[in-house]
């Protein structure tokens, strides 16, 4: 009897996962002619805050096992764009793909920023709005319109299943000060994922031993340095077995005898094929450890190359300023 009701039970359960899942297929699949093999693709990606641009049209596509590191003057839109990609903020146009799936799509504003074009240019000139051209993107915008905002419903019921796969590291290390550091890693697995306590554990103290700090399992985050809580707060996103792992400074608050044995784990990272975007300020792993180097200036990509290339012979004036200033 009991059997027949887990039974049951599980039976609804899956089925309503996989309700859930053909509900995303529908609404976030990409159409099949811009499928690609990149793991994240960003298109034409906007961010205002207010009148603020922050965000001027980022278009990047992120292969599995890239490293990624992100450089550029402070205030220039790092941050902001990595918040974009893990759903911490929501952009103001353009379209962020992750494994051939909406994750955000916004074209509309231009059809709407046309349509606002084509009144004011009537206007201005006294002639009349060209009805049968207006009356085509309107329809256009409408249908958008319609289809942006189911992904963007989808989204808010799968925002953790999203930042799952994009996981991110921060300056401040942000763990949680009132839990141990293995409270700290299996919290995630256990809640989001339903990994049993066990399996969490395990799974944290395998990840602990890897960083090297096996032994402060049962220790709360304010006895550990800055490079041991910065090497737990990579362990508690490797927890959750990411696709791809954002870093945002992750050695600028610490002091520089403990900038070491951070980059270490990342390397080691890296040299295991995680997909990684860093953004740094230290040009030896941009240099030595990343596959391809970015500056970001002004909310746009200015250069993108790979390291070899990117340091001995850039191209763009404000990053050859900016390069004569850090190296
Ligand atoms: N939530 C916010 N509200 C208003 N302005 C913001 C917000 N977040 C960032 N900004 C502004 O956006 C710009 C880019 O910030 P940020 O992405 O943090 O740059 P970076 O990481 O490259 O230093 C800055 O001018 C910053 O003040
Ligand atoms: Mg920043």
């Not at 027949?4 to 039976?11: D, M």
């Not at 009349?128 to 993107?137: G, I």
């Not at 799968?158 to 799952?164: P, T, V």
């Not at 870093?247 to 002091?255: Q, R, V």
Request: proline residues 4%; charged residues 30%.
């Amino acid at each position: 009897m009991k059997d027949n009701k887990v039974a049951q039970a599980l039976k609804t359960w899956t089925s309503r996962l996989r309700t859930k899942k053909e509900e995303r297929n529908a609404v976030c699949h990409v159409p099949e002619e811009t499928r690609s093999d990149a793991l994240i693709s960003v298109r034409n990606l906007y961010k205002k805050f207010g009148k603020l641009e922050v965000l001027n049209g980022i278009n990047l596509d992120i292969n599995k096992g890239d490293v990624v590191a992100i450089i550029g003057p402070s205030g220039c839109g790092k941050s902001t764009f990595l918040r974009c990609l893990n759903g911490l903020e929501t952009p103001s146009a353009g379209e962020i793909i992750l494994e051939n799936e909406y994750v955000f799509k916004n074209e509309r504003v231009y059809l709407k920023r046309k349509m606002r074009a084509m009144k004011e240019e009537s206007k201005k000139t006294g002639k009349p709005l060209p009805m049968d051209e207006f009356n085509a993107v309107n329809e256009e915008y409408l249908a958008l319109r319609k289809e942006e905002k189911a992904i963007a419903k989808y989204m808010e019921t799968a925002i953790n299943l999203h930042r799952q796969k994009v996981g991110m590291v921060f300056q401040q290390f942000n763990l949680f000060p009132h839990l141990t550091v293995l409270q700290n890693i299996t919290l995630a697995p256990m809640k989001l994922k339903k990994v049993g306590e066990e399996e969490a554990k395990a799974k944290a103290m395998e990840l602990l031993k890897k960083v090297g700090l096996a032994e402060k399992a049962n220790v709360y985050p304010s006895t550990l340095s800055g490079g041991q809580k910065q090497r737990i707060a990579i362990v508690r996103a490797l927890a959750m077995e990411p696709e791809v792992l954002l870093f945002d400074e992750p050695t600028s608050a610490l002091d520089p005898e403990m900038v070491g044995e951070v980059l270490k784990v990342m390397t080691e990272l890296a040299q295991e094929g995680m997909t990684m975007i860093v953004v740094t300020h230290e040009m030896g792993f941009a240099k030595e450890v990343a596959t391809r180097v970015i500056f970001m200036s002004d909310g746009v990509i200015k250069e993108e190359n790979a390291p070899q290339e990117f340091f001995t012979n850039p191209k763009d004036e404000r990053l050859k300023e900016f390069l004569s200033k850090v190296l």
